[in-house]
């Protein structure tokens, strides 16, 4: 099967060294944290406990949970269980070096190995499929943005913040709106009630002495800074 790869321009490779990615949906395959099939069967045996103990503990108290949890919970089968040794077999036969990122029941493969993106498509129980390629188009680094009149991004960490902490920096990001540019989930977020910064919040910005400023408002904020090319220039 030919795959059509959807570009991601990018300022590096995936992880720094591959080109592919395959992604998938497959039922319980965060039960390959280990590529090792002792390891997938203790996994599936431990929650199938969990969820009968949770569900019984629902049961006891309210029929309505209980229903909740069964629609959540979906039975882990002997097919479910088959296609995730399966999966696991591909993966640990072959030769060619792959990172596997899962998340609940939602899979990545990352590869330089384009055959090895044909033999996890052809695996029939897979759906959902995507496929990307890294494509490079700027420095390390950096980032594209048109027309920006900014020099930086960075980006925060999460952190959950005092009360007094994040009204320090709240006020410290809206007296330099003239100066900078929050993101709009960091705008959002200066408003609401929540005290935790999260690891997508950012702040555009002209010199770099502007960072020196918020470093003393709130010291080790900043996860990673960027320098932004306006692509208007290239």
């Given amino acids: 099967m030919n795959q059509k790869f959807k570009s991601i321009l990018k300022d590096r490779l995936y992880y720094d060294q591959f080109s592919y990615c395959i992604g998938f949906h497959l039922s319980e395959v965060n039960c390959l944290r280990e590529l090792d099939h002792n390891s997938i069967d203790q996994m599936i045996n431990r929650r199938r406990v969990w969820r009968e103990t949770a569900q019984n503990r629902w049961v006891s108290a309210s029929r309505t949970h209980a229903g909740l949890l069964?629609?959540?919970?979906?039975?882990?089968?002997?097919?479910?269980?088959?296609?995730?040794?399966?999966?696991?077999?591909?993966?640990?036969?072959?030769?060619?070096?792959?990172?596997?990122?899962?998340?609940?029941n939602q899979g990545y493969v990352y590869t330089n190995d384009r055959k090895l993106i044909s033999k996890i498509d052809q695996f029939v129980p897979l759906t959902y499929k995507t496929y990307t390629q890294a494509k490079i188009d700027r420095p390390k680094n950096t980032i594209r943005i048109k027309n920006s009149r900014y020099r930086y991004r960075s980006y925060f960490k999460t952190l959950k913040l005092s009360s007094d902490k994040k009204t320090t920096l709240v006020n410290f990001?809206?007296?330099?709106?003239?100066?900078?540019?929050?993101?709009?989930?960091?705008?959002?977020?200066?408003?609401?009630?929540?005290?935790?910064?999260?690891?997508?919040?950012?702040?555009?910005?002209?010199?770099?002495?502007?960072?020196?400023?918020?470093?003393?408002?709130?010291?080790?904020?900043?996860?990673?800074?960027?320098?932004?090319?306006?692509?208007?220039?290239?």
Wanted: a neutral charge; hydrophobic letters at 40%; one cysteine or more.
């Fill in 70 to 104: 069964a629609r959540n919970w979906a039975e882990i089968t002997e097919q479910t269980i088959a296609h995730l040794h399966e999966l696991a077999d591909i993966l640990i036969t072959t030769k060619k070096e792959f990172k596997l990122v899962l998340s609940v």
């Fill in 173 to 234: 990001l809206q007296n330099q709106q003239i100066n900078a540019r929050c993101s709009p989930s960091l705008s959002e977020w200066s408003k609401g009630s929540f005290n935790r910064t999260q690891d997508y919040f950012f702040v555009d910005y002209a010199t770099e002495s502007w960072l020196t400023m918020l470093s003393l408002v709130h010291p080790g904020l900043i996860r990673k800074t960027v320098q932004i090319i306006s692509a208007i220039n290239t």
